[in-house]
């Protein structure tokens, strides 16, 4: 299957183009348009060589507040050997272009479009562009949500090119979820899949649940609807849910509508506020 994985390259608009955007931001919702990834918005990170980054998500107080997710951009010969500085991180990585080298655990793991790794908080890992070509992948963190009595989730490192997509019942596989770990694995606190409708086929209810959401477009385009409104959607824009956001899709076609999808789950809701590790 010829899967595409939109990735931003930057640059800068003319003077003479128009203000005009589809940039969102609300109480309930976020939509950063593909547009807004410029250079002048990019963002540097410590042990990070011939790399740069969009921030797309961080933790906000009163908005979304459980992870953060970088599109790093590594030229060749770019990395670092000392990438995640804070030991509670655990992250996923998804590369979208070029060859990522990954070491973790003395295993070595060239990850190209597709590529998905889960990286356990404490892990010590490395990763270097392995190619000619630049290297392009999300970065999803999160502080891990520690229980008592379950271990932290082992490595993980596949490629969404070797999993069957779930599909949803009643769909005939029109909305489809490729999963990356099992969902009864209550070792994980987040979950980061992708989700793909084919033309025409419809999120038929306005999901009202806990999770947050960060959904960022791989490919195609879509109307969504995010708490009372209805925004269009395409290739390389991002959407950021916070908990209770209504939401629904309708997918407009040519092609498949497919996203990348993070959401918090499996643990106790806190109950106060300064509230740590579950116990």
Not at 9 to 16: A, D, I, L, S, T
Not at 55 to 73: D, H, K, L, N, W
Not at 227 to 255: I, K, T
């Amino acid at each position: 299957m010829n899967r595409q994985y939109y990735a931003p390259r930057g640059g800068h608009p003319g003077q003479e183009q128009l203000l005009t955007d589809r940039a969102i931001f609300t109480d309930a919702y976020a939509v950063l348009p593909k547009g807004t990834m410029r250079d002048i918005v990019t963002s540097y990170l410590p042990f990070w060589s011939e790399t740069r980054l969009w921030v797309i998500a961080r933790p906000m107080s009163g908005f979304s507040e459980t992870f953060s997710q970088y599109i790093m951009e590594v030229q060749p010969g770019g990395g670092s050997d000392r990438p995640e500085i804070d030991a509670d991180a655990e992250s996923v990585l998804f590369v979208v272009e070029g060859t990522a080298r990954l070491v973790v655990a003395h295993q070595t793991y060239d990850l190209i479009p597709g590529g998905y790794a889960y990286l356990p908080p404490g892990a010590k890992w490395t990763l270097h562009n392995a190619g000619t070509e630049t290297l392009r992948f999300h970065w999803i963190r999160k502080a891990y949500d520690a229980v008592d009595g379950l271990d932290a989730p082992d490595v993980l490192v596949v490629n969404e090119n070797d999993i069957a997509p779930t599909a949803m019942a009643g769909t005939e596989g029109k909305w489809a979820t490729t999963r990356f770990v099992d969902p009864l694995d209550l070792r994980h606190d987040m979950h980061v899949t992708i989700v793909t409708l084919q033309p025409g086929a419809v999120i038929p209810f306005l999901e009202t649940h806990v999770m947050e959401h960060g959904l960022y477009v791989l490919e195609g385009k879509a109307a969504y609807r995010l708490n009372s409104d209805w925004v269009e959607v395409e290739a390389g824009d991002f959407m950021w849910l916070r908990a209770f956001c209504p939401q629904a899709c309708y997918a407009g076609g040519p092609g498949p509508f497919r996203y990348l999808l993070y959401k918090d789950v499996n643990r106790h809701m806190p109950l106060r506020l300064t509230a740590g590790s579950h116990t």
